[in-house]
């Protein structure tokens, strides 16, 4: 069964600049009220960032990602944030015109109180449900900062050490072949999980991350690198140094930002996420992953898709 949903633990730095009040909850779940949206909607028609203070560039370097991806192969793309709990994300991609509507995705899904229906919210489950009777559903997903949390228990979520590469597998089965995965994560040159807060991706678990896409490009603060992984260290590099540093613990002060906008520059090993541009290749999913995937993939295609085990939808 589902444990019940308990209210995650959020922090105003998680939150755009003058709307940590206007985040509600109803049961442990996010609220997004008519107030929060316009809020944000002010903020970008005045020309101010939405990006949250603890990722003072993120959604800016997520609407520059988009310009590295030729077209998606729809003038309005299908499009869904993994992962959310204020919709700083969603309110970009929607003023820019990205996307007509925008449907939120995650474990404990946002109660939208809004007029409309721009945007929209599924629980995981009913996810993983719709890809059983319908397929592949989005043209373009983007998720940051939330992968990297899967499967710790930080967001009352169940307890998976490999829960990151299982939302991944579920990301690369939403999207149709040649769609968009622009992901944010924690890059590092280290491989670590830091108690049940988060993951630093290095070397090692990176690659593993995104072995089924197709790195085509990455962005951190205003800055394009094209090309995978061969390319790593290239300036402004994908990996933080956190070899040989004294890590420190906390939030970082609001004072720091200007150091951490330049080569160099410290900041905190969670907030470096450059975001990954990356596509799911033009292939079928029995040529791409062996075992489960395969299996279930080859199973949707036949409509024996309520023949297989529930495995896929978390509990």
Not at 218 to 232: I, K, P, T, Y
Not at 282 to 295: D, F, Q, S
């Amino acid at each position: 069964m589902r444990p019940p949903v308990q209210r995650a633990t959020v922090h105003p730095g998680q939150l755009s600049v003058g709307t940590h009040g206007l985040v509600g909850w109803d049961s442990g779940r996010p609220v997004w009220t008519e107030a929060l949206l316009a809020a944000l909607d002010r903020r970008l028609e005045q020309g101010q960032s939405v990006s949250p203070p603890d990722y003072p560039h993120a959604a800016e370097d997520v609407l520059l990602a988009l310009t590295q991806v030729a077209a998606l192969g729809a003038t309005q793309p299908r499009t869904a944030v993994w992962s959310s709990i204020s919709p700083w994300l969603e309110s970009a991609l929607l003023r820019n015109g990205v996307a007509r509507r925008v449907l939120t995705v995650d474990y404990n899904a946002p109660r939208i109180d809004a007029r409309g229906d721009r945007l929209m919210a599924m629980e995981l489950g009913q996810a993983c449900s719709h890809y059983c009777s319908r397929g592949s559903a989005f043209d373009l997903i983007v998720s940051f900062s939330g992968i990297e949390h899967d499967g710790l228990g930080r967001y009352h979520d169940p307890l998976d050490p490999d829960g990151d590469l299982a939302a991944m597998r579920e990301v690369w089965l939403q999207l149709r072949p040649g769609g968009v995965l622009l992901l944010g994560v924690p890059t590092s040159d280290t491989d670590a999980t830091i108690v049940n807060g988060h993951r630093l991706y290095g070397p090692t678990r990176l690659p593993l991350l995104i072995r089924d896409f197709e790195l085509v490009a990455r962005v951190w603060d205003g800055h394009v690198v094209r090309g995978g992984l061969e390319r790593a260290n290239e300036t402004p590099t994908l990996w933080y140094g956190r070899t040989g540093r004294v890590m420190r613990r906390g939030f970082a002060p609001r004072g720091d930002w200007g150091r951490s906008r330049h080569p160099g520059g410290e900041y905190w090993d969670w907030q470096h996420q450059p975001v990954l541009v990356l596509r799911k290749p033009k292939r079928r999913a029995a040529e791409m992953l062996p075992g489960w995937v395969a299996k279930w993939s080859a199973a949707v295609q036949e409509g024996r898709c309520k023949q297989m085990p529930d495995w896929h939808v978390r509990p």
